[in-house]
Structures are given as C-alpha cells and as structure tokens.
Nanobody, 116 residues
Framework: QEQLVESGGGLVQAGGSLRLSCVAS????????VSWYRQAPGKGRELVES????????NYADSVKGRFTISRDNAKNAVYLQMNSLKSEDTAVYYC?????????WGQGTQVTVSS
C-alpha cells in the first residue's frame, strides 16, 4: 500500500523543539520533492517548507524562517521537519505531501500543540 505516515507531534511548551517525520511506504520517496503543510484550527492549509530530490530546501512561511528546517534521509525513506523555538501560533496539524503520478499524496497528519 502506497502511503505517507507522519509522526513526532505532541504537546510541547513554548520555546521547545519537536522533530516531525514523514515516512513513505510502497514507493521510494527519494524520487520526489516533499512538502510540509500545516493547518491551524479554523484556518486553511499553509505550505511551510519543501525539499527537492537533490535536498534543496525552500521556506514558504516567513513565520517559521530560521526556526524550522526540512531534511531528508533517503536510506530511511523519510523526510523530517525540525522545529525549534516553537510558539503557540505553531499549533496545528502538520502534513507531508508528495506530488506523484499526477496526484497529491497526503499523510494523515500529526498534531502539534504548543502551550504558552
């Protein structure tokens, strides 16, 4: 079964860190660019970071610049989002997405809650 599974979310105090993982099964993730999105309560889905197959990252959300880092480990078929200096406004469900075979593949999401 081809799927993406996110993990690593949880409850953390403001100023803390989390590392989210996005692991693919059923296909080789290294052949695709991967993006991290988030959706806060009552808001639309926001593109946060992306990474190319060559490992080049792009930040799309000014609010996380300098605090979040995307990376990939092809040996583990995974992409990560390292989140530091977390703020209450980072509270959201975080999703990874791959555009593959003319379709978007989404994981189920992982909840990140930052307490102030």
């Amino acid at each position: 079964q081809e799927q993406l599974v996110e993990s690593g979310g949880g409850l953390v105090q403001a100023g803390g860190s989390l590392r989210l993982s996005c692991v693919a099964s059923g296909f080789i993730l290294s052949g695709y660019a991967v993006s991290w999105y988030r959706q806060a309560p009552g808001k639309g889905r926001e593109l946060v970071e992306s990474i190319t197959t060559a490992g080049v990252s792009t930040n799309y959300a000014d609010s996380v610049k300098g605090r979040f880092t995307i990376s990939r480990d092809n040996a583990k078929n995974a992409v990560y989002l390292q989140m530091n200096s977390l703020k209450s406004e980072d509270t959201a469900v975080y999703y990874c997405m791959v555009y593959r075979r003319l379709a978007e593949y989404w994981g189920q999401g992982t909840q990140v809650t930052v307490s102030s």
